[in-house]
């Protein structure tokens, strides 16, 4: 069981940097990999990066390569997303996900949201112009 917990959302304007952080209690990070999702009103649930359990593979949404990063301190139990240069429509609550993995497989990761077996409550994130 892992409980998950973001932090970091906020209101700030277009062209400014948040970073979100998920920190995880219960079973440790080690095995599991993470994603990000987000949720804008009145669209659906929408993938937007995730790293494996080891950190060796990443993967960024096309909306969001360039200028979202996607990072994880296993030490910490804590994973982070980094997003700069913020548009306003990147505004939506923003979710983390631990999805469990085998240790024999370091560096898979996807963007399918069945996959992910506990999330967090959601961070908002609003970006005005």
């Known amino acids: 069981q892992v409980q998950l917990v973001e932090s970091g959302g906020g209101l700030v304007q277009a062209g400014d940097s948040l970073r979100l952080s998920c920190a995880a209690s219960?079973?440790?990070?080690?095995?599991?990999?993470m994603g990000w999702f987000r949720q804008a009103p009145g669209k659906d649930r929408e993938f937007v990066a995730g790293?494996?359990?080891?950190?060796?593979?990443?993967l960024i949404a096309d909306s969001a390569k360039g200028r979202f990063t996607i990072s994880r301190d296993n030490a910490k139990n804590t994973v982070y997303l980094q997003m700069n240069s913020l548009k306003t429509e990147d505004t939506a609550v923003y979710f983390c996900?631990?999805?469990?993995?085998?240790?024999?497989?370091?560096?898979?990761?996807?963007?399918?949201?069945?996959?992910?077996?506990?999330w967090g409550q959601g961070t908002q994130v609003t970006v005005s112009s």
């Open positions: 790293i494996s359990w080891s950190g060796g593979n990443t």
């Open positions: 996900a631990a999805d469990s993995m085998s240790p024999l497989a370091p560096n898979f990761v996807t963007q399918n949201s069945n996959a992910y077996d506990y």
């Open positions: 219960g079973d440790p990070l080690s095995y599991y990999a």
